[in-house]
């Protein structure tokens, strides 16, 4: 118990700093947080806990493999549950739907590389799983309101204050 609450306590303090990296960050100890209640909880009896440790096999997939092409029916078949209740149980234990958390991870991923190299968009792109840059900057465009590019320049801007 006391690891869990030292992982929300950094989360917390990723949340307030908001330095480079922070959403990074915040993915990575929210997946060890995962983990480890996965664990705890593996060790009660139960389907909670085989639940648990079914999305758990999910979320570390999707962190290992977000660049390439993911389905939620593949992510069904991981798990050994039909598409239907692996999506409404990764929604009432993550809080979004599968396919809005792997774009979710792909963003944090994209956001540190455009903070972090001078790769183009292109490979950025292609490296975090989107299918082209064009799409790729229309839904940073729809997410944050500007460009890759403004994305870049304001948040290096910040990270240098």
């Known amino acids: 118990m006391r690891e869990v609450l030292e992982i929300i306590e950094r989360m917390h303090r990723e949340l307030r700093l908001r330095i480079p990296g922070s959403k990074l960050m915040l993915v990575c100890l929210f997946g060890r947080l995962v983990t480890l209640l996965c664990r705890a ?3 009660s ?22 660049a390439k092409r993911i389905s939620r029916g593949e992510l069904a078949r991981l798990t050994g549950m039909s598409e239907s209740s692996f999506y409404r149980l990764f929604l009432r234990l993550i809080g979004c739907t599968p396919m809005e958390y792997l774009v979710r991870t792909r963003f944090l991923y994209a956001g540190k590389m455009l903070l972090e190299t001078s790769r183009d968009l ?3 792109a292609r490296s975090c799983g989107f299918s082209d840059s064009n799409y790729f900057g229309t839904r940073v465009r ?11 320049t304001r948040m290096r801007r910040k990270a240098a204050t």
């Open 41 to 43: 909880y593996e060790s």
């Open 142 to 152: 729809e997410r944050y309101g500007e460009t890759p590019h403004q994305y870049r």
């Open 122 to 124: 292109s490979s950025i």
């Open 45 to 66: 009896s139960g389907n909670e806990a085989g639940d648990l440790g079914n999305i758990d096999r999910a979320v570390s997939y999707i962190h290992r493999n977000y």
